[in-house]
């Protein structure tokens, strides 16, 4: 029997570039990250607690450096707790992936603890199930991100004192009620602020009312306007298309993200918005069902453009006429018109020039 001589290379003795290659992955939390580190070939190399801090994400990647070349980090969390971290990352020259929480199957075999979650993100990255990238959070976006909280909350606050002052004035003395019926609410929102909180608790409790509602009336038109400029500022074609104004294109331009390179073409924003049809097929059953997934405002924007469109615009409507004439009910044509407004919607969002990275301070 022959014995076939191996040649003898002194670089195999050391090791490659990539057996030295490990995955980070983070489970964040307000106060404290975990981090694990997880080699090519899956081993588990460490697992280690760091403050939510600056210092903290510095000593994150020391350790994590320490244990292996990282280039990717799967991160949980990168819109909310992760979001500081995933900025350092990124400028530290690490591929930050976005990674959802383990299924509930996954979580009753392996249990629940920060260092398993910690593992398990690592590790749906290294198996290519985590491949999305996060918003950057560091443009005008962002700003309309933050902005469009403070104003939704002044508009739903707003709503609740107009109701909590109509129902007051139903039980109201009847002096006072018939003094206030039949008035506009900018009339009556007058009138109970000029009320004099000393006569009475209703008098009182509707002076205060009224004198909240036009206080968030004002915030919530001075924030209206800010998102507007905003808008037209970054996007302006946005707003050029038909049934969009600067409330839906904030909303959709939100979803997207600073960053919107990270959405591969139109039909993953469409999924994004919950507006691609999921397959349901199986045997001799061929069909669609609808999508009940993605960013659930962004989808009610496009309701709301779809409506608009349907009332203004003759193609949407001759569509409509032409699509429940081939027996689609009307729901149905609303559904596959959501489909193509997210068409343009993205082509419009494509369009704009992604920002300057650290326009917002981190």
Known sequence: MT???????????????????AVLGVDTHKDVHVAAVVSVLGALLGTQPFPATAIGYRQLVEWAHSLGIIRQAGVEGTGSYGAGLARHLAAEGIEVIEVNRPDRAARRRSGKTDAVDAEAAARAVLGGRATGAPKSKDGPVEELRVLKVVKDSAVRNRTQAINQLKALLV???AQLRESLAGLSNPALFKACAALDAQASAVHQALSLLAHRIKQLSTEATTLTRRISAIVQAHNPQLLDLTGVGPDSAAILLIAAGDNHDRLRDEASFAALCGVSPVERSSGKNQRRRLNRGGNR???????????????????????????TSEGKTKREVIRCLKRYVAREIHRAIASAPLPVRGSIAA
Not at 297 to 323: H, K, P, T
């Open 3 to 21: 014995i076939l001589s191996m040649p003898h290379n002194d670089d195999t003795a050391q090791p490659s570039l990539d057996s030295a290659t």
């Open 171 to 173: 039980s109201a003395p």
């Open 297 to 323: 405002q962004a989808n009610a924007a496009l309701y709301r453009v779809v409506l608009s469109r349907l009332r203004w615009e003759e193609r949407s409507r001759a569509y409509l006429l032409r699509r």
